[in-house]
């Protein structure tokens, strides 16, 4: 598969096949990913990554924010419980999930260019994972903005910022594509040398 490919036919995957993806392949995944920009070779990029039973305290942690952020408020101690268990199965019926964090820089700008540089981290993930055959979710939930969940993974979210959840698993269903507007009506470009000929 080619670039062009790659980039035209990935798609964020909501449904996933029950099969784990193998270590080895996720490991070359997330190690070529490195070779994102990285302003001062910061390479700002970490991953805790949950898988197996490795999600049942994942899942805890975030049915314990989404408590803590009032989602479950208002609902009969039935339909929450039902609540509760669906979200829990959701989460674990989700082969992996690959929290990327980075250490938060007290410098504004270079704060910016680590988080830049850990975006184009996550979509050189996002795109060599497609070209295994591999799909990816790049989420960012409230509980990523929950300093107690932060804890709770074992984060002082004063040192770290969490930057993203990515699901990942053999995709079991392809959305169709969602189109994008033109560059055309976004571009404007600023060229003196035409003017001059003018
Ligand atoms: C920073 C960022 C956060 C995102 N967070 C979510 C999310 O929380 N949930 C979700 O379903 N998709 C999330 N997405 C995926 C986008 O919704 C998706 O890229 C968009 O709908 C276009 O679909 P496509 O990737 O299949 O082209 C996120 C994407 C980015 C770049």
Request: include cysteine; proline fraction near 5%.
């Amino acid at each position: 598969m080619d670039l062009m490919e790659a980039i035209t036919q990935r798609r964020s995957i909501h449904e996933y096949k029950p099969e784990n993806v193998e270590g080895d392949l996720l490991e070359e995944i997330f190690n070529l990913a490195t070779l994102a920009p990285t302003h001062r070779m910061k390479q700002a990029w970490n991953i805790l990554l949950y898988q197996a039973d490795g999600k049942e305290d994942y899942s805890k942690a975030v049915l314990d924010s989404y408590h803590r952020k009032g989602f479950f408020t208002g609902y009969e101690l039935e339909k929450r419980e039902q609540l509760e268990e669906g979200i829990r199965e959701f989460l674990l019926h989700i082969p992996h999930h690959a929290l990327i964090y980075m250490e938060r820089d007290e410098d504004e700008r270079k704060y910016e260019e680590d988080y830049a540089s850990v975006c184009a981290y996550i979509q050189n993930v996002q795109l060599l994972a497609w070209e295994a055959g591999v799909g990816v979710l790049w989420t960012t939930s409230p509980y990523l903005h929950d300093p107690q969940f932060s804890w709770d993974i074992g984060l002082d979210p004063s040192k770290f910022k969490l930057v993203s959840v990515l699901q990942i698993g053999y995709p079991k269903r392809i959305p169709n594509p969602k189109k994008r507007t033109p560059i055309k009506s976004k571009l404007k470009v600023i060229d003196t040398s035409q003017k001059a000929d003018v």
